[in-house]
């Protein structure tokens, strides 16, 4: 069971959002958030008011599932993320330890390996 | 689900608890004992799953312990929703007089058994505590009602809406009952008494229906309850509700401005007769409210109701209801298209701020909007389609309104900006995107107001394309040129692409704060600058043009233009000391020329004169001729004495006037000015643009800081559009051309230090 978290370009959103419905994940999490990579663009005015441009807006999304499951969403997020341009995003993979859903209270099932698109959120 | 319902479920209960008190007593003696409905059982309204509120009150030297429990244990028993208390008369008058709640509810205490007297002692005594506290009480009650208002919403646009706690619903309807009882103020009490008996109606088939207490309309609820009232579809049932919940809040908003009223007089200075004084030509401010001045007759001036409603939402007071519906019955009709002056008052209301939703809801409940905007009728109480929405499409547009007011120094058009607001949504109720179908019903309301062309051209597009900067912002990519030249090409120019930005982030705030997030407004942002810089730098011809076009077009002009050389008097010629004033009457306004020996201050001194004298200055341009300086003034005042005028100017240039110590605070809480340079729109002069409210004084403050500074202007091209002036002055140093950048700093600034802080001549 693994955690994989995506960072993308917002108008990616629905075409990996479809993706990786496609291969039968419907559960995930999903932030507006704003970041940084390696990437750099100097601070800009506008409307005579200073903005860092630094800080860029994504959209963050999160999915648990199966370590089977794991290469091919890894693979439908990049592929459909990618617009081969400069702050496409990251997606990163990390061992999850346990996972409890709240509705059933399986707290005796933490260490059971979940079904396939189950749902970080 | 009818008033005789709630009248036969009231016997059943009052049976039930007038029995349990009767059944105790036993035919013992009964005096000092009486058992009271109060609340909505008191009123006798019972809904089917209403709670039974009563009161055992007694004599204070009666002891009830024992009784007490006798009574309360039968009506348990018959499994009724009891809330139940035992007082003692002079606790339930202590009770009454410490917390507003209680009185309110005790207000309504009615006889169910035992000893009369005793509660009718209570009636009366409450009664005379609650007017002789109403001063005390009332405000705290005002602020349990906006609490309440804020954290429920309104009945009339809430999604799911409280037939009872929301903003016009039976809670404020009983706080009204009891504002009269308090004889401070008065409501129309039929009206009231109409809504109350439809709302309680409402709420007996939602009990029904539910099967439960519950006093909230879920959406999936409304199908049902068109049936159940009669109505053809949820829809209609959602109007009917609505409309209800918008006349009761309309009824509270007004009866609790008067109680304000009521309370900032002192007791004892109740004068005899109305206190009236004017504000506007025809308008005049009288008990807190907005009413028409003495002598005013509503068939000779059209432009009355617009100018009513302006100033009494931007003093953010009552437009009394009375007035306008005078005013619509015997008010004369605006001419079509509508002047340049009845556009600029109609959008000096909508820039308002927070002072427009309660004239805008006045002027809907008078009919007066239908005289003004009939098209509104399409989005009236139009329930919106997206859960994200937290108002009816109607309130939302006031709300889009009231966000835009606090944005418009970003934009040059604030006029333009302010009428696609309130049209924006205008499409929606149709199968078709509502984009779409508002751009012609927009284009047919701008027409209709006088817009010039390319003006109504730019309310369509604004119309058209509201949704477009946040749909692009978020799903294309902002890095690729056709995104851009997508947007550009609909946009076409920088203006507009400013306007659309504004207009964007007022729509979102008021659709509610998740729909403006810093991540969607960075999103925006972003995309517009892409975008503008795709466009170039604003166009400057804009800038002196702009504002006058909208001046030519409506038939006004007051183009400065090429004046050509003028004759210099000989008089003038022998003592270059003196000032020539000559003033020449034009079809709406006057043209006033002054020739002087060359100074410093002269203009500034000139604009000051008209300050003085309360006369706006449209335009003004200046230049030297030998070595004399000579300026001519575009003025809005036909009847404009030139001696009089002459008078002023000399003082001011001798010292004896100092404009500037006349000028007082705004009392508006008005936006900081926005003091611009604009480098692309002149080679020749420097090009400052300042944007704030138009008040008299402006242009000597702007001029008088350019004189200290040493600067020369060449001209001034005022233009005000509607809630705000754009006044563009063309500056130069002296005996040279355009200002280097720090001297361009140091002018802005200090125009700004000399606009900051609103100070203007306060009329």
């Given at each position: 069971m693994k955690l994989v978290t995506a960072v993308i370009k917002p108008h990616r959103w629905e075409a990996v959002r479809s993706a990786v419905e496609m291969v039968g994940i419907s559960g995930m999490t999903v932030s507006e958030v704003t970041g940084r990579g390696r990437q750099k663009s100097p601070s800009e005015v506008h409307r005579g008011v200073e903005y860092d441009n630094t800080l860029v807006p994504r959209l963050r999304i999160e999915i648990v599932a199966t370590d089977?499951?794991?290469?091919?969403?890894?693979?439908?997020?990049?592929?459909?993320?990618?617009?081969?341009?400069?702050?496409?995003?990251?997606?990163?993979?990390?061992?999850?330890?346990?996972?409890?859903?709240?509705?059933?209270?399986?707290?005796d099932e933490v260490t059971r390996v979940p079904t396939a698109g189950s749902s970080a959120g | 689900m009818t008033a005789s319902d709630r009248l036969a479920r009231t016997r059943a209960a009052d049976a039930l608890c007038g029995g349990a008190l009767e059944q105790t007593l036993a035919g013992a003696d009964e005096s000092g004992v009486a058992l009271v409905a109060v609340g909505g059982y008191g009123r006798s309204e019972l809904a089917p799953f209403s709670d039974?509120?009563?009161?055992?009150?007694?004599?204070?030297?009666?002891?009830?312990?024992?009784?007490?429990?006798?009574?309360?244990?039968?009506?348990w028993d018959s499994g009724?929703?009891?809330?139940?208390?035992?007082?003692?008369?002079?606790?339930?008058?202590?009770?009454?007089?410490?917390?507003?709640?209680?009185?309110?509810?005790?207000?309504d205490a009615r006889h169910l058994a035992g000893d009369p007297s005793l509660t009718l002692q209570l009636r009366a005594s409450l009664l005379a505590q609650w007017r002789r506290d109403a001063r005390r009480q009332l405000p705290v009650i005002r602020e349990l009602v906006s609490a309440r208002g804020l954290r429920l919403g309104e009945l009339?646009?809430?999604?799911?809406?409280?037939?009872?706690?929301?903003?016009?619903?039976?809670?404020?309807?009983?706080?009204?009952?009891?504002?009269?009882a308090t004889w401070l103020v008065d409501v129309p009490h039929a009206d009231l008494e109409r809504c109350r008996?439809?709302?309680?109606?409402?709420?007996?088939?939602?009990?029904?229906?539910?099967?439960?207490?519950?006093?909230?309309?879920?959406?999936?609820?409304?199908?049902?309850?068109?049936?159940?009232?009669?109505?053809?579809?949820?829809?209609?049932?959602?109007?009917?509700?609505?409309?209800?919940?918008?006349?009761?809040?309309?009824?509270?908003?007004?009866?609790?401005?008067?109680?304000?009223?009521v309370l900032e007089r002192p007791q004892s200075s109740r004068r005899r007769g109305p206190d009236l004084r004017p504000v506007a030509p025809g308008v005049a401010v009288s008990a807190g409210e907005v009413v028409l001045d003495r002598?005013?007759?509503?068939?000779?001036?059209?432009?009355?109701?617009?100018?009513?409603?302006?100033?009494?939402?931007?003093?953010?007071?009552?437009?009394?209801?009375p007035t306008v519906a005078r005013l619509v019955r015997d008010g004369a009709e605006l001419p079509l298209p509508w002047g340049l002056e009845a556009r600029n008052l109609f959008t000096r209301l909508l820039a308002a701020g927070p002072g427009l939703l309660g004239v805008w809801e006045t002027l809907d409940e008078t009919g007066a909007l239908a005289r003004i905007l009939p098209e509104w009728e399409r989005v009236r109480l139009l329930p919106h389609a997206s859960v994200v929405h937290r108002f009816t499409v109607d309130r939302h547009l006031v709300e889009t309104c009231i966000e835009a007011s606090r944005l418009i120094r970003r934009v040059a058009r604030a006029d333009v900006l302010m009428v696609a607001a309130v049209l924006h949504d205008i499409g929606k109720g149709g199968v078709v995107d509502h984009s779409v179908a508002g751009e012609p019903v927009a284009a047919v309301v701008a027409d209709r107001m006088g817009f010039p062309a390319d003006e109504v051209r730019l309310v369509q597009d604004l119309v058209r394309w509201h949704l477009l900067l946040a749909e692009v912002a978020t799903t294309r990519d902002l890095d690729d040129p056709a995104t851009l030249e997508y947007v550009a090409s609909r946009v076409r120019d920088t203006e507009t692409l400013q306007l659309l930005e504004v207009l964007t982030e007022s729509d979102a705030l008021a659709t509610s704060p998740k729909a403006w997030t810093s991540w969607r407004a960075g999103l925006v942002r972003d995309l517009c600058q892409r975008v503008g810089r795709v466009l170039g730098p604003p166009d400057g011809a804009w800038l002196t043009a702009g504002g006058n076009g909208a001046v030519a077009a409506a038939g006004t002009t007051m183009e400065v233009g090429e004046v050509g050389e003028v004759e210099v008097p000989a008089a003038l010629?022998?003592?270059?000391?003196?000032?020539?004033?000559?003033?020449?009457?034009?079809?709406?306004?006057?043209?006033?020329?002054?020739?002087?020996?060359?100074?410093?201050?002269?203009?500034?001194?000139?604009?000051?004169?008209?300050?003085?004298?309360?006369?706006?200055?449209?335009?003004?341009?200046?230049?030297?001729?030998?070595?004399?300086?000579?300026?001519?003034?575009?003025?809005?005042?036909?009847?404009?004495?030139?001696?009089?005028?002459?008078?002023?100017?000399?003082?001011?240039?001798?010292?004896?006037?100092?404009?500037?110590?006349?000028l007082r605070r705004s009392r508006r809480t008005a936006l900081e000015p926005s003091v611009q340079v604009r480098y692309d729109a002149s080679t020749q002069a420097t090009v400052l643009e300042v944007r704030m409210d138009d008040r008299p004084g402006v242009v000597h403050l702007v001029l008088s800081a350019l004189a200290a500074q040493n600067?020369?202007?060449?001209?001034?091209?005022?233009?005000?559009?509607?809630?705000?002036?754009?006044?563009?002055?063309?500056?130069?140093?002296?005996?040279?051309?355009?200002?280097?950048?720090?001297?361009?700093?140091?002018?802005?600034?200090?125009?700004?230090?000399?606009l900051t802080g609103a100070v203007t001549l306060d009329v």
């Open positions: 089977e499951e794991i290469p091919e969403i890894v693979e439908k997020i990049v592929t459909n993320a990618r617009t081969g341009k400069i702050g496409d995003g990251k997606v990163w993979v990390v061992p999850v330890a346990a996972m409890v859903r709240v509705r059933a209270d399986d707290l | 039974l509120d009563v009161v055992l009150v007694h004599a204070d030297d009666v002891d009830v312990h024992e009784l007490a429990a006798n009574v309360w244990y039968p009506m009724a929703n009891l809330d139940h208390a035992v007082r003692a008369l002079s606790e339930a008058t202590e009770a009454a007089k410490s917390d507003a709640r209680v009185a309110l509810g005790l207000l009339a646009h809430a999604a799911v809406p409280d037939i009872k706690e929301s903003m016009g619903g039976l809670r404020d309807a009983t706080v009204l009952k009891a504002l009269v008996q439809q709302l309680l109606d409402v709420r007996d088939v939602v009990h029904e229906l539910a099967g439960r207490a519950t006093d909230r309309i879920a959406p999936e609820l409304w199908p049902e309850l068109a049936l159940r009232l009669g109505q053809p579809d949820a829809d209609a049932a959602q109007r009917y509700v609505r409309e209800i919940g918008r006349r009761i809040t309309h009824l509270s908003r007004l009866t609790w401005r008067r109680v304000d009223g002598g005013t007759v509503p068939s000779v001036d059209p432009l009355l109701m617009l100018r009513a409603a302006a100033e009494a939402a931007e003093r953010d007071q009552v437009l009394s209801p010629r022998a003592n270059p000391g003196l000032v020539d004033v000559d003033v020449e009457a034009l079809a709406d306004g006057a043209r006033v020329t002054v020739i002087s020996g060359d100074r410093v201050g002269l203009m500034a001194a000139m604009a000051g004169a008209l300050a003085v004298l309360h006369t706006s200055v449209r335009a003004a341009r200046a230049w030297t001729q030998e070595e004399f300086a000579v300026s001519v003034w575009h003025i809005d005042d036909q009847h404009l004495d030139g001696a009089i005028l002459r008078q002023r100017l000399e003082a001011v240039l001798d010292g004896r006037i100092v404009p500037a110590e006349r600067l020369s202007v060449r001209s001034a091209h005022v233009t005000t559009l509607g809630p705000q002036a754009v006044d563009v002055f063309y500056v130069q140093e002296y005996g040279a051309g355009v200002l280097a950048d720090d001297r361009a700093a140091a002018a802005v600034h200090a125009v700004r230090r000399a």
